[in-house]
């Protein structure tokens, strides 16, 4: 499938709303982060989340549109969200996540972008140039690369309560 | 975590209503079938789960409970999705899913489960014997199974629309 602007803003229009429906009645003993930095659980990926609105797509997005004389995009932490407010709760996460994202998608709408815009690149600090096309794709498949992580994190609880099935359940090897 | 009813009921509860916010406005870009029966797209996922609540689950099950002589679960057709009706939409697969599935909540939750029936078996025809804990378990597991693969099956759309980005997206690998 080509890229498509506004094929891509349906998933990330979509992305609060789904996490949201599956999380938010969710006992903490699907969802509670452990502190482990390496081993996310749902409530530090919606973290992750919200961190990557705020200091990700849209800044980046915004680095290329400017074509300065240094295009390289700022550093991002992918520990970010270990810096976020203590206290917060789930509840506090998805509601954030929900409004960051509608506000950066306002954001993007605004830009009217057409292709030229689309084409001009801006340097990603690990792999060089890189398009404002390929950054908004990439924004599109890392919502969906960490659906795919809160649903596998999720099952793993269940890794030795299917008993034999675990064998036929390729999300649990 | 150990297996818990209510907090498998939990997660049961909310699948249809996630993949019903992540899929319900999107294209049919992202979501139709192919008609292949071996790379399932998010309209046959859909399908596959209605079918496993039909065929599934709580028929599965009731011959646990039944306790006959003959405990062997009948046979699952795992393209059963694809003699699903002519004509039916997303929209319609996706309310069809909420219904069944709402309706297999209230079964399970009518049979008021205690310990010991949990503990009783029933035969699977390829490995044997099985519990009613683990069938419950396995429910809740395929449900972020295919969720899962739902993810990665629209990630893939967008495989080259990343560019450079794809050897750090692991969902496209």
Redesign the interface.
């Known amino acids: 499938?080509?890229?498509?602007l506004e094929?891509s803003i349906?998933?990330l229009?979509?992305?609060p709303?789904?996490?949201?429906?599956?999380?938010?009645?969710?006992?903490g003993?699907?969802t509670a982060s452990t502190g482990d930095r390496d081993n996310w659980e749902p409530f530090d990926i919606i973290g992750h989340y919200i961190y990557a609105e705020e200091a990700d797509w849209i800044p980046r997005a915004k680095v290329i549109l400017a074509q300065a004389d240094d295009r390289t995009f700022p550093p991002f932490d992918r520990y970010g969200q270990f810096a976020r407010p203590n206290g917060e709760s789930l509840a506090d996460r998805l509601d954030e996540f929900a409004r960051i994202r509608n506000e950066n998608i306002e954001i993007l709408r605004s830009w009217e972008l057409v292709d030229e815009e689309l084409e001009l690149k801006g340097i990603?600090p690990?792999?060089?140039?890189?398009?404002l096309?390929?950054l908004i794709?990439?924004w599109?498949?890392?919502d969906?690369?960490h659906?795919?992580q809160i649903?596998?994190v999720?099952?793993k609880?269940?890794d030795e309560?299917?008993?034999?099935?675990k064998?036929?359940?390729?999300?649990?090897n």
Do not use: C, N
């Open positions: 499938m080509k890229f498509d094929r349906e998933v229009s979509a992305t709303a789904a996490v949201r429906a599956l999380l938010g009645d969710l006992s003993d699907w990603h690990q792999f060089g140039e890189v398009s096309r390929e794709a990439t599109v498949v890392h969906l690369t659906l795919r649903s596998t999720m099952a609880r269940y309560a299917v008993g034999p099935w064998e036929y359940l390729s999300i649990l």
